[in-house]
């Protein structure tokens, strides 16, 4: 049985080496037609990996980080991007106290109603609303930025994410990697760069290899250096911004992550010692059995 088993993770394993040796070799194959005038393989150049706090077994988020990262999307991100599936009270698992939310949240308004007239109306966001959009609708959005409206970033860390190539996603296949989204984000928002000779974007586009649906996209670049203040000396570089709210994405889009993690370890230190009792007992019930 040890045998079939090391034969069969042999065989994967090659399988996986060869199938990752064709899929470089494509890749490399379809840059030369790309030269030659062919359609390209989406995105360009593939998200460098980042290392985040809330990577691995027994990751977690920097609050610090995180608070960081809010305050980007505040003062960046939030004019075009919504985030309608995040509410305010949340905001207290990044160390923020109920007073500081609810100061917070008074800053935004949101639609209410309807009241005893039956006219909708605004006021005030408490901690118990969620983020507002932008835009009253998805076609107002798009009217405002040159036809394309601006995603939702409740969930967008981890709708991004990106497939890694040979040799990572071998790997990948016995100890899952899930910080793709935020490797997107990062590299999107840091990617963008003058197209290359004989490369034309469309006008009102932006050429960023990092995209994952073309090679411009319609979002110039948002973020540059010493745009948001730091109140706690962290870099104020584009780079920096890049990682915080990369971050903060990835926690409004899981924030239970540790508990995840914590639970999961948890369980897989039960399932050992469960298989290691196991064992004894069947050891002890056919100790005095003739096999």
């Given amino acids: 049985m040890k045998k079939l088993v090391t034969g069969i993770l042999s065989l994967a394993v090659v399988a996986g080496l060869g199938l990752g040796a064709a899929l470089a070799q494509g890749e490399e194959e379809g840059g030369e037609e790309h030269a030659a005038g062919a359609t390209p393989h989406y995105p360009i150049h593939k998200p460098e990996q980042q290392g985040w706090t809330f990577a691995g077994l027994f990751g977690h988020y920097d609050k610090g980080q995180l608070q960081r990262g809010l305050k ?4 960046v ?20 106290s109920e007073a500081q939310v609810k100061a917070f949240a008074a800053n935004y308004e949101v639609e209410d109603g309807p009241n005893a007239d039956g006219e909708m109306f605004t006021r005030k966001a408490v901690p118990s609303d969620h983020f507002p959009p932008p835009f009253p609708n998805k076609e107002a959005a798009a009217a405002s930025n040159n036809g ?55 006008e009102g586009t932006h050429y960023n290899p990092y995209f994952a649906s073309a090679a411009a996209l319609a979002m110039a670049p948002p973020i540059s250096d010493d745009q948001v203040t730091y109140d706690d000396g962290a870099p104020q570089t584009v780079d920096q911004y890049a990682k915080d709210v990369s971050a903060f994405l990835m926690w409004a889009a899981e924030p239970h992550l ?34």
């Fill in 77 to 96: 991100c939030s004019a075009c991007h919504s985030m309608e599936l995040v509410s305010f009270r949340t905001l207290e698992d990044l160390g923020y």
């Fill in 148 to 202: 394309a409206a601006p995603p939702d970033f409740s969930l967008i860390a981890k709708a991004r994410g990106i497939e890694r190539g040979f040799p990572q996603f071998v790997f990948d296949m016995f100890w899952p990697y899930q910080e793709g989204g935020p490797d997107y984000i990062h590299a999107l928002l840091t990617g963008y760069q003058d197209p290359p000779a004989g490369v034309e974007v469309a």
């Fill in 258 to 291: 540790e508990d995840r993690k914590r639970t999961g370890f948890m369980v897989m230190v039960f399932l050992i010692i469960f298989t290691g009792l196991i064992y004894l007992t069947k050891k002890s019930v056919y100790a005095n059995k003739e096999h």
């Fill in 72 to 75: 980007v999307y505040t003062e």
